[in-house]
């Protein structure tokens, strides 16, 4: 100690300070046994965390097939952190609807979405989220949406010349589309949100705003060493020491990989915060004054449709009781990029990838599309809905109407959801009722679970989605004709009366109630390979043709046609 720097010194003593703070707290908390079954501990010290969260995809269908839609998991060893592990119908409900107001999001998710975000949906509680989304949910209208479609088609199709001018006409080709879908995700969402034209996919026209949105999550989840002592940095240091707490974490002693994620991420974060300040204030500057030039990096196409021109007006309009903060605008501007950047490309790519495991399903869904333009294409309506090359652009209504297509989607979002698993706490003692008895911790039959205050829970959107209770025996399957089948009053995801309430289709993946998926009508529209999840699914190339931890997303692709 002697030879270290004083600052050093003062780093480490925050760091050890916070550490036993986190001890104290788990290990102070009453010791109530959950009266319900679950798996036993994995390991002596990281209990099931490992097992079930770090590309758990298999072992966390087991468990909720195993112990039911309710059962106890043990986070960490020795500090009696049991967790309950959800997936049942009912307790869902209870959770995200009926008394959604017991639960809420965990601080290590709120105040870390505050530090990179802001203000945002998804860093607020209580009356200023509802405030939030009161405002925000006339902004998603199918009518805002349709709106935004050619947009999104523009990209598409910017993204179609691209692979085609790596294609050969006659023999197939493997090539790893995983960052075209990631630059071509990141120019719908950023021409969608906040009208700024991104130009990604062009990738010798990256700027610094460009590159720190697409290298956001990979660091998020290299640094999540630092997350469970954010609550506690914000709740007792004032914003002075929490940034000379940041200029501290330089320190020699602590691993030195960990220690340039950190930096790297906060410089991302800053970058993000700087660019978008920028942008907001340009749109809101061009709103005031209509007659005003566009700023240079804002799109023509989207002037006034985006999603960002759409709230300020509606803001503008609203009463003062209603209107949000320039820092909230802020927040939700920050968190609808983030969230829609990640999870479109996790979408489009496993979508993509199950076309090419079921070649049969491709060519009936290719057909479908190319019967549809053809039938615009000649009728009276698609005067403007051509591009560049002549390609007709199917409206909104009509690429909504294709059976099959929306068949896809909904079964691919269903199987894999792009945020397999949620975290909430109760801030009061309940009880948790259960659409299908679970096992208790002596074996026997039990419909309710009571538990106390400040319990965790882990909500399995996978284990939802995959529930053969309420989606049948081949609820594992990826049958898009499921769907199909539903004009014929069989209708997927429920039976004898029993499902999931879900905003979308009767599955968990958007969630419900007033903290579910607010942009998912946006999200609608835009082998040897391994899906590893994480805190979203990312595919990888297991050894020894890859590394099994860089993403990618290899396919063999030809041109069906000149």
């Known amino acids: 100690l002697a030879r270290m720097f004083l600052p050093q010194i003062i780093g480490y003593g925050v760091l050890t300070l916070a550490v036993f703070k986190l ?16 798996p036993e501990s994995d390991h002596w010290l990281k209990g099931n965390v490992e097992s079930m969260f770090v590309d758990g995809f298999e072992r966390c269908l087991e468990v909720a097939a195993d112990y039911g839609g309710l059962s106890r998991m043990i986070m960490m060893c020795g500090l009696q952190d049991e967790w309950l592990y959800v997936s049942d119908p009912r307790v869902l409900h209870y959770i995200l609807v009926k008394e959604q107001h017991i639960f809420e999001e965990n601080d290590v998710f709120l105040f870390c979405n505050q530090l990179m975000f802001g203000e945002g949906l998804i860093s607020t509680l209580g009356e200023q989220h509802r405030k939030q989304r009161k405002m925000l949910n006339p902004v ?52 969608g949100m906040p009208g700024y034209h991104s130009n990604a996919i062009d990738t010798g026209n990256d700027n610094e705003y460009v590159e720190a949105l697409r290298m956001l999550a990979p660091f998020i989840s290299r640094t999540i060493l630092f997350r469970r002592f954010v609550p506690m940095v914000m709740r007792y240091l004032s914003l002075y020491w ?15 990989q960990t220690m340039k994620d950190f930096r790297e991420l906060h410089r991302i974060v800053e970058v993000m915060d700087s660019a978008s300040r920028t942008i907001f204030q340009e749109k809101k500057a061009a709103l005031d004054q209509p007659g005003s030039p566009i700023p240079s990096q804002s799109s023509w196409e989207t002037r006034g449709k985006d999603i960002m021109s759409i709230m300020l007006k509606s803001n503008a309009s609203s009463s003062e009781a209603d209107r949000l903060s320039d820092a909230e605008l802020l927040g939700q501007m920050n968190v609808m990029i983030f969230a829609g950047l990640e999870t479109t490309t996790a979408a489009v790519g496993r979508a993509l990838y199950m076309l090419a495991k079921h070649p049969h ?41 294709l059976p099959l297509l929306d068949a896809v989607v909904r079964e691919t979002l269903r199987l894999y959801p792009s945020l397999p698993i949620l975290l909430r706490r109760t801030t009061e003692a309940t009880s948790l009722p259960l659409q299908f008895p679970v096992r208790s911790a002596s074996g026997e039959e039990i419909n309710a679970v009571p538990v106390a205050e400040n319990q965790r829970i882990v909500m399995s959107i996978l284990a939802a989605n995959h529930n053969q209770a309420v989606w049948g025996k081949d609820a594992s399957d990826w049958k898009p004709e499921r769907w199909l089948n539903s004009s014929q009053g069989d209708t997927p995801g429920v039976k004898v009366g029993v499902r999931y309430t879900g905003v979308y289709s009767s599955m968990m993946t958007f969630l419900t109630g007033s903290r579910s998926c607010i942009g998912f009508k946006f999200a609608e529209m835009e082998i040897r390979i391994h899906w590893m ?29 000149k």
């Open 23 to 38: 001890i104290q707290r788990r290990a102070s908390r009453k010791s109530i046994a959950l009266n319900v079954a679950g």
């Open 140 to 191: 998603f209208s199918t009518c805002n949406m349709r709106e935004l479609l050619p947009i999104t088609q523009t990209v598409s199709h910017h993204l179609r010349s691209v692979l085609v001018a790596n294609l050969s006409d006659h023999t197939s080709v493997e090539f790893d589309v995983l960052p075209w879908l990631s630059r071509s995700a990141l120019d719908c969402i950023c021409e």
């Open 242 to 256: 929490r940034k000379k707490l940041v200029d501290l974490l330089t320190i020699s002693w602590l691993p030195t």
């Open 361 to 401: 399903i491709q060519e009936r869904l290719r057909a479908e599309i190319n019967d549809a333009m053809a039938v615009y294409q000649f009728s009276d309506v698609h005067s403007h809905a051509e591009d560049n090359n002549g390609s007709v652009r199917l409206p909104y209504d009509a690429l909504m109407s």
């Open 533 to 561: 999840m994480t805190g979203f699914f990312a595919p990888v190339i297991k050894p020894p043709a890859g590394d099994g931890k860089t993403p990618q997303l290899p396919l063999s692709m030809r041109l069906v046609r």
